[in-house]
């Protein structure tokens, strides 16, 4: 299990994935927006998405978590 | 001269304004959204109004919220700063609609300009040299790849800016991905589906002629500023003058930049930005930015002019301050970002510490102090950091100390970053251009 998350504070832009896909390492999961800039959350495992912890819109805060890969 | 000024934007470019506005005796008015409130700029107003929530298009995007906020506080004129709604026809209209003075150029000229691909076509028959591209906007990516242009190729969005959507293709593949990269981007960021293509110079240079529309309807060239040093096609440094520009090409380019103005009826400050190829001495159009650039204060620091006091003037009707540009010396500005200095990643939070160099040859324009927080929805700019010298390796010194002096806790900062490339052998030598900062990170 691997949990992913937010390195910085910053806005939800897009959720690329659903809960219960299944994602390769380096697919991008999320996309954050911080100071006019587009940052893709990478997964770092293979798996299925577990738990997705962020809607489009949301505001997170460092080290909130994104999401759970299994 | 006007009453009262409404500074229509945040940050450090809306203290600097607001610096010259109280200046010149006129009242400044600040607008902030809610995460602003206890910036600089806000308390240095005479008057200051809330416009609403952080998201920008809610508050400093919101042109009902800015025109109300200048109908309470009975402002006279409105300066846009850079960014927001600077660009934005249909806001300088608005100004002018309910009776009051806008900073900045024609609306035409804005409109002219706005969209790269009418600017570009308007440039070419103004007899300023442009880079083989498209002239109409290119429908989708099998249209993008049979236009021929060749490669590398660079996509842009039409009605794009700060880099966003831009990038460079060096096959088919490349430029079909990086054509739906531009299309999704410009639409979102500039409601403006519209893709053009321009052939991509490689080992150039950026480098920009301020130009100032006077009220009278000439148009003066104040010098290039060279904006090599930029990392995701955005600027980090730029310098005057240019030590890729030699004297034949820079009487050729200020005298391009003016051609540029006359065409579109030009008044106020603005710049010409191109592409210069140091190796053969010539350059083409890229754009044309109707305001007041980030960089604008090295220009002032080797003119001795204040644009912001320039454009001030030229919006009253009244005549400038200057008769003659004698640039002298060497600036360079370096752009204090919240990001951190190895991957340029966005790093907001909370500032507990902040502390400026200072001195004769030092200017800092700030937009924070400690105590401020850094929010996600801005621009990552804390602060510009400007150094002065009788000649650029003085400048370069100058710079060192000043980077070393400057200390800023709390989110991470680019200044590390600032050391590194003041010890860059390229760097320092002078002869770079724009893949320095990917060079230096590869």
């Known amino acids: 299990m691997a949990e992913v998350r937010a390195e910085m504070v910053a806005n939800v832009w897009k959720v690329v994935v659903n809960e219960g896909d299944t994602v ?6 999320v996309i954050l927006e911080s100071m006019k800039m ?28 994104i999401a759970v890969i299994e | 001269m006007f009453e009262s000024v409404l500074v229509a934007n945040r940050g450090e470019i809306a203290r600097r304004v607001i610096r010259t506005v109280r200046a010149l005796g006129v009242k400044a008015i600040a607008v902030y959204s809610e995460a602003d409130a206890d910036l600089p700029y806000v308390a240095e107003a005479d008057e200051a109004v ?8 809610k508050s400093y995007l919101d042109v009902d919220a800015v025109m109300e906020a200048a109908r309470r506080t009975n402002a006279r004129a409105v300066h846009p700063g850079y960014g927001f709604l600077a660009e934005n026809a249909a806001f300088a209209r608005r100004v002018a609609d309910d009776g009051l003075t806008w900073i900045g150029p024609p609306v035409e000229a804005i409109a002219a300009m706005g969209d790269k691909i009418s600017a570009r076509n308007l440039m070419e028959k103004a007899g300023v040299p442009v880079a083989a591209g498209t002239r109409e906007p290119v429908p989708d990516a099998d249209a993008a790849v049979a236009a021929g242009i060749g ?61 100032l529309g006077l009220a009278d309807g000439t148009v003066v060239a104040l010098g290039e500023r060279d904006c090599s040093v ?72 080797v003119t001795g002019i204040d644009l912001v006091e320039q454009q001030l003037l030229v919006a009253a009707g009244e005549p400038v301050t200057f008769t003659e540009v004698e640039p002298r010396g060497h600036a360079i500005e370096f752009r204090v970002y919240a990001e951190d200095p190895k991957r340029f990643l966005p790093s907001p939070g909370d500032i507990t ?59 991470k900062t680019n200044l590390p970053f600032f050391t590194e490339l003041l010890d860059n052998p390229e760097f320092v030598s002078g002869d770079y251009d724009t893949g320095l900062v990917d060079r230096m990170r590869a």
């Not at chain 2, 809330?50 to 298009?57: D, E, R, T, V, Y």
């Not at chain 2, 800092?364 to 927080?373: E, F, I, L, M």
């Open chain 1, 24 to 29: 390769e390492d380096g697919d991008t999961l």
């Open chain 1, 38 to 65: 587009e940052i893709p959350v990478i997964a770092e495992d293979s798996g299925t998405v577990a738990s997705l912890k962020v809607a489009e819109g949301d505001v997170i805060q460092e080290g909130d978590l």
């Open chain 2, 50 to 57: 809330l416009i609403g929530p952080a998201q920008p298009a």
């Open chain 2, 151 to 211: 490669y590398p190729v660079m996509v842009k969005a039409a009605g794009g800016g700060g880099g966003i959507g831009m990038s460079v293709a060096y096959d088919e593949a490349e430029l079909r991905k990086a054509f739906e990269t531009a299309r999704t981007r410009a639409e979102r960021f500039f409601g403006n589906p519209d893709i053009l293509l321009e052939r991509f110079i490689e080992r150039a240079r950026h480098v920009e002629i301020q130009i």
């Open chain 2, 230 to 301: 930029q990392r995701r096609h955005q600027k980090v440094v730029e310098e005057t003058p240019s030590t890729g520009v030699g004297p034949e090409l820079r009487s050729r380019m200020l005298a391009a930049a003016v051609r540029a103005g006359e065409a579109v009826g030009y008044r106020g400050a603005g710049t010409v930005e191109c592409l210069v190829d140091p190796a053969a001495q010539e350059f083409v159009f890229l754009e044309m930015n109707t305001r007041l650039q980030v960089e604008h204060p090295v220009t002032e620091l």
């Open chain 2, 353 to 411: 510490v902040w502390e400026e160099p200072s001195g004769d040859v030092v200017r800092v324009d700030s937009g924070y102090q400690a105590g401020n927080k850094v929010t996600p929805f801005y621009d990552p700019l804390l602060a510009k950091l400007c150094v002065y010298g009788a000649d650029r390796s003085q400048a370069l010194a100058t710079a060192r100390e000043a980077v070393a002096a400057f200390r800023v806790e709390g989110p």
